[in-house]
Structures are given as C-alpha cells and as structure tokens.
C-alpha cells in the first residue's frame, strides 16, 4: 500500500508542545547515554546495587529516568503528567509498574491500586483505561510451574485460586465503570495462565463490547495465527475481542532461554518479519472492527502511518473509538502528540509507583532503547532538531526585539 500522509511526524512543534526547555535537555541527556549498551550496562547495574544498599540515589533517579518515563510515584502524583496529556487531545493509561511482587499481602496490595486506577480512570473521559501486569498480583515461579504443564500442590492451587479472583475482582469493577483494562503479555514460559486469565474475562465482561483486552507480541512468530484463532473463537461464543497488538519487550532473553534450554525459539525469524505480522495483525483488526477492538501499541512511524491507511481504506472515522494509537510515557511523542493533532484516538501509557518498586520497568525501557538503536537514535535525533529549532526561534525573536 503507497503511504499517503494523513499526519506529518516530522512535526516537532507538535511533537514537543507539552515539554520545557528543561526536559528536552533532560531528555537529550538520557537519550545520549542509552546510546552506549556499556554506560546502560553499568548504570543500571550501579542503580541497582545501591538501592538495594541503601544508598542515597533516589533523588538523581528521579530527576532523569524516572521524571521522563514516569508520571509520578502516586496515583495523585501522575495528575499533572495526565493533564498535560488530555490539553493535546491524548489520553493516559494509569499504569501500576510493580512487578515481581512475593507475598500475598503485595499482590492484595497491587489488586487495590489497581481498583484505584479503575476509579480513577472513570471519572476523566480522556483516561478511560487500565492496565496491570499479572506479575503483579501472583508469584513468577508459580505462573511458570502452570506453563510448564506440572502438578501443583494444594497450597499453590489455592494461591493460583486467589490470582484469578484478583484479575475478576479488577475487571467486574472495570465493568462496573465501563472502563477498559489491558492485561499486559509477559515471557512466553509464564504465559499460559495469563492468557487463560485474559481469555476468560473476554468472555466474561466483553459481551457487550471490547473491554478487556488480551496482548499479542507480535515478535512471536505464531502470533499472526493465534490472533485469528481467538478471533474465530470470539465469534463462536458470542463475545468481543480486545486485541492489543505490540511488538514485544522480551525478545532477548525469549531468544536466550530457548538456546540454552534447546527449545525451538518463539521469536520471529527477523525484525522484518515482525514488522509485517504486525501490519498484517492491525489491518486483520480494523477490518473486522464490527467485532474487535483495537489498541495499537507501537512506536514504529511506518505502522502508524499503515493504521492511519487501514481506517481510511475500510471507511472509518478517525476518531473511531473502536480503535487507539498507544506509545509509552516519554517515547515516541512525535507519533502521539501528531496523531492526535490529526483526529485520532491517541494514549499514552503513564506507568507510576515508587521508585525502588518501577526500577525493573525502568531498566526494562534502558535495555530497550538500547538494543533498539534504530528507535532510541531517532528520538534523540528529534530531540537534537528541536532544541536547535528553539534556539534559533529565540535568536530571531530577540533580533527582532531590537528593532
């Protein structure tokens, strides 16, 4: 399909209409480092370390890092970020980022703040959504001992019993307040209960519309067929299917995994061939919109620029409120802040909680743009452009005072 530009990325007064001269210095900074895997390497293995050590580091985190990809440490604290999002026509996904939590008193805990986030989100239009991680509310070893096909004993199949009441818990009262919840994908060798979970809420609470949603990382090479598999399934049971379709945040350590466990490798054979399932997935999606939702997490211009395409090739509006554009808090704003100044339904996942407890999502978005050079290279490459195009609109602005 020849790409025809219904919104312009290259639109840095867009892009960074919501940041300070202050941040996108912060922002370069970051940005710069995450461009050598050594100085990541160290940096967070150094951040790691000292919190565990107690060391006074809390403040430096959260004057970089934290500040660009968090909206804050508390609920409360996010609203500003959020607000600053709803004025450009973007909304927020309140985003809990605790993870590997190891008592059931954490995972009741992280159930509760997610129910808040729920609340929350149903009393702003621009918000509208939830999202959690299921290792937030059950033990690792336990999500893998199920994967792995091995008998439980009556205490892990009682702890496995409270895991389910929690994820019902969180989306009944997602129902309740019709506001949709995204059930995030995580790594292939804990993943079967999460998509039994997920898939089991679909058929629950998404009979009147997509309102939870299940995650396809399109970086699987099966995953083109499964979604049409779920799909079909939907269908035949009379319920909506809310597709989130991402590329996918495991990739290196899915590919290292099966080569030292010497099974067959989950990942696509390049990233090439993840580009075109995920292409394939959002036109599948849009095409059938009459019986799925879509959610469209990416920071890949070109499947923006594609799912921009497909609504106009299958006759929707722009703003179809079956169907968002979604990048992370922080990234990709040149695509969210455009988007949404041409007409689309654009959210911006804003991943909160305190700083010790989001270092693994944090190191998690380091690793990431770092091994995605491509991706990390072209926001600090947009960056670079407006932070000369300021300079010289301040130089003109001040010749012209002098006169």
């Known amino acids: 399909m020849e790409l025809k530009k219904f919104v312009d990325f290259d639109n840095l007064t867009n892009a960074f209409a919501a940041r300070t001269d202050e941040a996108l210095k912060q922002a370069h900074f970051i940005f710069s480092t995450m461009q050598s895997p050594g100085l990541v390497k160290v940096g967070t293995t150094l951040t790691t370390w000292s919190l565990k050590m107690g060391l006074p580091v809390k403040g430096i985190i959260r004057k970089t890092i934290f500040n660009l990809f968090c909206g804050g440490e508390t609920l409360d604290g996010c609203q500003r970020a959020t607000n600053d999002l709803a004025a450009f026509g973007i909304g927020a996904i309140f985003d809990y980022s605790v993870e590997g939590e190891k008592t059931e008193e954490g995972f009741d805990g992280t159930a509760q703040e997610i129910m808040r ?35 439980l004993t009556a205490e892990e199949e009682a702890a496995y019993e409270r895991v389910k009441a929690r994820v019902d818990m969180i989306c009944a009262e997602a129902k309740r307040k019709n506001v949709s919840v995204l059930i995030d994908a995580e790594e292939t060798w ?90 394939l997935a959002t036109e599948y999606c849009i095409q059938h919109i009459d019986e799925i939702g879509l959610f469209a997490g990416s920071h890949n211009e070109k499947s923006n620029y594609l799912g921009t395409l497909f609504l106009e090739k299958y006759g929707l509006a722009r703003d179809d409120r079956r169907v968002y554009f979604g990048q992370l808090y922080g990234m990709g704003d040149h695509i969210s802040f455009n988007l949404a100044d041409a007409g689309y339904n654009v959210i911006k996942y804003v991943p909160y909680g305190p700083i010790k407890a989001t270092i693994p999502y944090l190191i998690r978005r380091a690793n990431e743009n770092t091994s995605v050079r491509g991706q990390s290279s072209r926001e600090l490459s947009l960056i670079k452009k407006e932070r000369k195009r300021r300079k010289e609109a301040k130089k003109q602005l001040a010749h012209q005072d002098k006169f």
Not at 129 to 149: E, N, P
Request: charged residues 30%.
């Open 117 to 151: 986030t729920i609340d929350r989100a149903s009393q702003y239009e621009y918000i509208r959504f939830s999202a959690f991680k299921v290792t937030g509310l059950a033990h690792f070893d336990l999500l893998a001992k199920i994967t792995a096909g091995e008998k």
């Open 190 to 279: 804990i993943q079967k209960p999460i998509s039994d979970m997920t898939k089991a809420m679909m058929i629950k609470y998404n009979t009147e519309k997509a309102l939870i949603y299940y995650t396809f990382q399109m970086y699987a090479h099966s995953m083109l067929d499964h979604l049409k598999e779920l799909h079909a399934h939907a269908k035949a049971n009379n319920y909506r299917l809310g597709a989130k379709l991402v590329r996918g945040a495991y990739m290196e350590i899915e590919a290292d995994r099966a080569e030292k466990m010497g099974y067959e490798n989950p990942i696509q054979p390049s990233k090439e061939a993840t580009d075109r399932d995920f292409d």
